[in-house]
Antibody
């Protein structure tokens, strides 16, 4: 699957941001789409996922209450919305598909978007 | 949450060198451990999943080993295109967590 994300964003503290991830190449509803972010010089941080088929979602407790992941099956897009932004939310945000091997139980990210830079600054 | 500790945080090496990076989770994760390579300005790229299974298209100079709480990624003969940052990631449970990264740069 090929993932293409929306462009860079600059936001004020307290604002919200919505990043999109367009999928192509395979059946969109077969995937779980995850969001992972990376602040400058920091490790990758998993934020949450959505089952593109049934809409089930799960979020990291680090951003619980501020995060909303949605999807639009008619356009094969997933969305990450993060509210009450603070400077620590400045990062590159990636969407990625997680492969689940039913025989082994292994799960791994095999396709990634190009990343979206979100800058939070007053 | 499972904490993932990588070492070293950086390593300087030359083309042809053998490089080994270790990853230690804070609790056992069986073999639910993946390795990624990330180059500047790019998304991570999957190298190895299930601790030791090479992803399709990844050169055989990369190998992974370990289980439980002790894992390693080895590059048997470093090539110019291998200078990058490497991350481990556990998929044993949620939240998915990553190591802090190991930067492999040129000596």
């Amino acid at each position: 699957v090929h993932l293409v994300q929306s462009g860079a964003e600059i936001k004020r503290p307290g604002a919200s941001v919505k990043v999109s991830c367009a999928a192509s190449g395979n059946t969109f509803t077969d995937y779980t789409l995850h969001w992972v972010r990376q602040a400058p010089g920091q490790r990758l941080e998993w934020m949450g996922w959505i089952n593109a088929g049934n809409g089930d979602r799960k979020y990291s407790h680090n951003v619980q209450g501020r995060i909303n992941i949605t999807r639009d099956t008619s356009t094969s897009r997933a969305y990450l919305e993060l509210s009450s932004l603070r400077s620590e939310d400045s990062a590159v945000y990636y969407c990625a598909t997680l492969v689940y091997d039913i025989l082994t139980g292994y799960q791994y990210f095999d396709s990634w978007g190009q990343g979206t830079l979100v800058t939070v600054s007053s | 949450d499972i904490q993932m500790t990588q070492s070293p945080s950086s390593v300087s090496a030359s083309v042809g060198d053998r490089v080994t990076i270790t990853c230690r989770p804070s609790q056992t994760i069986n073999d639910y451990l993946n390795w990624y390579q990330q180059k500047p300005g790019k998304a991570p790229k999957l190298l190895i999943y299930g601790a030791s299974t090479l992803q399709n298209g990844v050169p055989s100079r990369f190998s992974g080993s370990g289980s439980g709480t002790d894992f390693a990624l080895t590059i048997s003969s470093l090539q110019p295109e291998d200078f990058a940052v490497y991350y481990c990631q556990q998929s044993y449970n949620t939240p998915i967590t990553f190591g802090g990264g190991t930067k492999v740069d040129m000596k």
